[in-house]
């Protein structure tokens, strides 16, 4: 059995400001880079580098962009099978201020990828035990997949990043949920105060969801599971450079520490910060990924 990373590869081109720029200025940089992206590939890069063998399927296009990433992604220790596309490789420019983080993201090709591309590459899906899924694909795509997968027993993470328009068909197939805070209330329609309530009502409404880890940034995350409290878990300490990534490592992380380490979901949770907060104190998404080593490195299970 296999698992399946189904999503969005984009060249990550951050840059790092010791201020906020005023109207006009032209603003010196104090950190760029050019970097492997995409919530996708950061996710299948981190499973890789936690020793998995798995599966990108991906869409790049006929660029030089897209040339410069399939050259990166050929050393990252995946199975690649790539879907070519007609529009320009996505690309975005996270901005990393003292204060605050933002990033201006172009879709270009992962716009356009259609069922029948999916259905062209032939692949094997009744061999998928896992797939992890996000938001930067149609919807269309990503609930056609999960339809095969589930329909041979295997389960599916959904890390739904962005969350607008979510298909109810795609959610009522997911096993594990992974947003952030914002997409979880996009989801849900309710403040923080009302998110017991909200998670249990994703319970009822969707049978095969097992739980929903939500993370909150420098805040930790929260774990809801079917008719149990809510579990906190606090983020450590860190100085952060760059937030990019964290959560897709969060998502691999936890993902492989359940189904591949056997670990409870508590203890995959503070794994999984871990594995986020060493991505919070480098510069860049697909770099900053930690190694198995580094993840494990001083990790006793509790």
Same mark, same amino acid.
């Given at each position: 059995m296999s698992m399946v990373v189904l999503g969005s590869a984009v060249v990550d081109m951050p840059l790092a400001y010791d201020h906020m720029p005023v109207d006009g200025e032209t603003a010196r940089v104090t950190k760029s880079d050019m970097t492997v992206g995409g919530k996708g590939v950061n996710q299948a890069i981190q499973l890789a580098r936690l020793g998995e063998d798995v599966t990108l399927i991906t869409v790049l296009g006929e660029d030089p962009l897209g040339q410069w990433m399939k050259d990166r992604l050929s050393d990252a220790h995946l199975t690649l099978r790539i879907i070519t596309g007609s529009k320009n490789?996505?690309?975005?420019?996270?901005? $990393?201020?003292?204060? #605050?983080?933002?990033?201006?993201?172009?879709? %270009?090709?992962?716009?356009?990828?259609?069922?029948?591309?999916?259905? +062209?590459? =032939?692949?094997?899906?009744?061999?998928?035990?896992?797939?992890?899924? $996000? %938001?930067?694909?149609?919807?269309?795509?990503?609930?056609?997949? =999960?339809?095969?997968?589930?329909? +041979?027993? %295997?389960?599916?993470?959904?890390? *739904?990043?962005?969350?607008?328009?979510? *298909?109810?068909?795609?959610?009522?197939? /997911?096993?594990?949920?992974?947003?952030?805070?914002?997409?979880?209330?996009?989801?849900?329609?309710?403040?923080?105060?009302?998110?017991?309530? /909200? =998670? /249990?009502?994703?319970?009822?409404?969707? *049978?095969?969801?097992? @739980?929903?880890?939500?993370?909150?940034? @420098? #805040? %930790?995350?929260?774990?809801f599971q079917r008719q149990q409290p809510r579990l906190e878990f606090p983020a450590l300490p860190v100085d952060v450079v760059d937030p990019t990534g964290a959560g897709d490592s969060v998502t691999a992380v936890w993902t492989w520490a359940v189904f591949r380490q056997n670990l409870s979901y508590e203890a995959a949770c503070m794994l999984a910060l871990k594995a986020g907060s060493l991505v919070v104190s480098r510069l860049g998404a697909g770099p900053a990924l930690p190694t198995k080593d580094e993840v494990l490195s001083g990790w006793v299970t509790p």
């Open positions: 490789t996505a690309y975005a420019v996270p901005i $990393q201020l003292p204060d #605050r983080h933002f990033i201006f993201h172009v879709p %270009g090709v992962n716009e356009e990828v259609s069922v029948s591309d999916l259905q +062209a590459l =032939a692949y094997d899906w009744l061999s998928v035990d896992t797939l992890i899924l $996000q %938001g930067e694909l149609p919807w269309d795509v990503s609930l056609w997949a =999960a339809s095969q997968v589930v329909s +041979a027993g %295997g389960r599916v993470v959904l890390n *739904p990043a962005p969350a607008d328009n979510l *298909p109810p068909a795609l959610l009522n197939l /997911a096993t594990f949920l992974t947003p952030n805070e914002s997409e979880f209330a996009m989801m849900t329609q309710a403040p923080e105060n009302a998110w017991d309530d /909200a =998670a /249990a009502a994703l319970f009822a409404q969707n *049978p095969r969801l097992e @739980a929903c880890l939500v993370t909150l940034g @420098a #805040r %930790g995350l929260w774990l």
